[in-house]
């Protein structure tokens, strides 16, 4: 074709949870075919990089990484902004929201945040909502879990919004629950809006949260463990035991993440790659 300088940047992990086997395996050959065709390819987390090596998609030497980038401006409120989120959604104003953000599908695996919230709410009884922010294919499902286990007092379904800083400003507390994921945009997001965050180890997680320093992610079936850090830092609401963990919580997100790092790394990938194809 002529083109001396192809680059491929992975977003997520197709390879694991999303798919039958069958159609999975198809997409591994699939990745393999364009990664002979790759001057390098691109993975936005070290955990990724080491996914794609054990499927054997490439070898080490085609692979950089260069984390994801973002414009926080987009999701941090200003100090004068204000929203009627809790009027519109009859939540008290004394009520703690515990939040997770993210399409209503399988591979989120909101089962896990119900069953953590029956947990949490064995010990904190009054004063906490659990919301559910975004739609999708499962949402009946989730409805129907909740209804099994008589909770429906205390979940809030906001369905899709594009109002993060209305979500960010609200919401005390931000989960992850995925089986599985690329890089955990809300996590990040969160982060950067100086909110306790508890997640899964799933995405990355590891390689830019220092757990219990920086926020707390669990394995992927520990529910008790994640319910009973949850319930332990709720019952210490309002204190000043946690402001450094979102402090420094927040340097990083900003510090790793902004939009303004990717752009440089990137341009510096790309010159490195482009004088090289020159030569």
Do not use: W
Request: charged share 30%.
């Amino acid at each position: 074709m002529g083109v001396k300088t192809i680059i491929h940047t992975f977003h997520g992990n197709v390879f694991q949870g999303y798919f039958s086997p069958r159609k999975t395996q198809f997409f591994i050959n699939l990745e393999k075919m364009l990664a002979l065709c790759s001057t390098k390819i691109i993975a936005i987390s070290q955990l990724q990089k080491e996914e794609l090596l054990n499927f054997k998609i490439t070898k080490e030497s085609k692979l950089e990484i260069v984390k994801l980038g973002f414009d926080f401006s987009n999701v941090i409120p200003e100090k004068s902004y204000k929203t009627d989120f809790r009027k519109r959604f009859n939540i008290e104003e004394n009520d703690i929201l515990v939040g997770i953000v993210g399409r209503l599908a399988p591979i989120k695996n909101h089962e896990m945040f119900v069953d953590i919230a029956e947990i949490v709410l064995k010990s904190i009884k009054t004063n906490i909502k659990f919301v559910i922010i975004g739609d999708g294919e499962v949402k009946q499902n989730i409805e129907a879990y909740i209804k099994e286990k008589g909770l429906q007092e205390y979940f809030i379904f906001t369905g899709f919004t594009n109002n993060l800083k209305e979500i960010y400003s609200e919401i005390d507390y931000i989960t992850l629950t995925s089986k599985n994921e690329g890089t955990p945009v809300a996590i990040i997001e969160a982060m950067a809006n100086k909110k306790l965050i508890f997640s899964t180890n799933v995405g990355g997680i590891s390689d830019f949260v220092d757990n219990n320093k920086t926020g707390y992610y669990f394995g992927k079936d520990d529910v008790i463990g994640f319910a009973a850090k949850l319930t332990e830092v709720i019952k210490h609401h309002n204190t000043d035991r946690y402001n450094k963990i979102k402090e420094d919580a927040s340097k990083v997100a900003i510090e790793q993440f902004s939009y303004k790092r990717l752009v440089k790394d990137i341009d510096e990938l790309y010159s490195k790659l482009i004088t090289r194809g020159k030569k």
